[in-house]
């Protein structure tokens, strides 16, 4: 399950009461990278050397996930997003960039919006934010949301079955196979069999109904920073800019081709030359 990636190096950052395990690799101004489910940070192993190249790249596993420390709570997203800034400002940065897909999108627009002092730029992968007009509408559809925000059942259900919900949940949200690595679903679901693990990443679902709540708060002061909405063409691309323009006044981006959920699994090269290009141009 241990994931190494060359010229980077991995360390647990006490933050906000926990410990957040991170992995840091590059020079150059930094940009946090944040997973989505069922992920961990290795989401991002192909996008983090391109991006390294020019930025201090650091790449964490969200609280409940990973090796980091999975608490009896704390999985709103404003609290994860403090989490996150911690890290940042723990390793040294004041200010930064942050990226986040899937459930990483959700906490990386509260932590823009919550520490506007800090972050410089936003970009969010293929996600339906909270407090967006249509996130009801939208989510209603996705019947794991349900599943996974009912109190303990996914746990007894998924517990000893990891690898083969990982494998089918993530087999359905890909358009292009041949750009995947099987390996890579072994990582994610010995990760998920950590003691504590499948709960967290439940629990990221189980506050969604109080992180909707909360967003609208976000759109009363709309980002002024610059902000970047990705997604694959055969998923959520179509409605990233729309939707962020919701919570902010400078949004560009827009769809990625022969594309579905996983992004940086699918296109890593797009999304990391869309990441440079974005950083570079503000």
């Known amino acids: 399950m241990v994931a190494t990636l060359k010229g980077f190096t991995q360390q647990l950052v006490p933050v906000n ?13 930094p940009i946090l990278l944040l997973h ?34 999975c608490p009896l709570d704390g999985y709103d997203k404003a609290t994860m997003a403090r989490d996150a800034h ?10 930064y960039a942050v990226c986040g897909h899937d459930i990483g999108g959700m906490v990386a627009l509260p932590q823009a919006a919550l ?6 730029h936003l970009a969010v992968l293929d996600v339906p934010l909270p407090g967006w007009t249509e996130w009801q509408a939208t989510t209603a559809q996705f019947w794991h949301f349900g599943f996974h925000m009912n109190r303990d059942l996914p746990e007894r259900l998924i517990h000893g079955r990891e690898y083969d919900y990982v494998s089918t949940f993530m087999a359905e949200r890909f358009y292009d196979h041949s750009t995947f690595n099987p390996a890579d679903i072994e990582i994610y679901a010995k990760a998920m069999a ?16 109080a992180d909707h709540a909360a967003a609208f708060e976000y759109k009363k002061q709309p980002l002024e920073i610059p902000v970047l909405g990705l997604g694959g063409d055969q998923r959520f691309g179509a409605q990233m800019v729309p939707m962020l323009k919701e919570f902010a006044l400078d949004v560009r981006g827009g769809s990625i081709a022969r594309c579905s959920h996983y992004l940086a699994d699918e ?5 990391a030359d869309a990441l440079i290009e974005f950083l570079r141009a503000n």
């Open 194 to 209: 950590l003691p504590g693990r499948t709960r967290g990443g439940m629990e990221w679902y189980r506050t969604l109904a």
């Open 115 to 120: 520490h506007r002092e800090a972050v410089t």
């Open 267 to 271: 296109r890593p090269h797009e999304v």
């Open 86 to 95: 911690e890290v940042m400002v723990a390793l040294g940065y004041e200010r």
């Open 17 to 29: 009461g926990i410990k957040i395990n991170a992995v840091t690799g590059g020079s150059g101004p």
């Open 36 to 69: 989505g489910w069922p992920e961990t940070w290795w989401e991002w192993h192909h996008v983090m050397p391109l991006l390294a190249e020019h930025f201090s790249v650091v790449a964490m596993d969200l609280r409940g996930a990973g090796f980091s420390d």
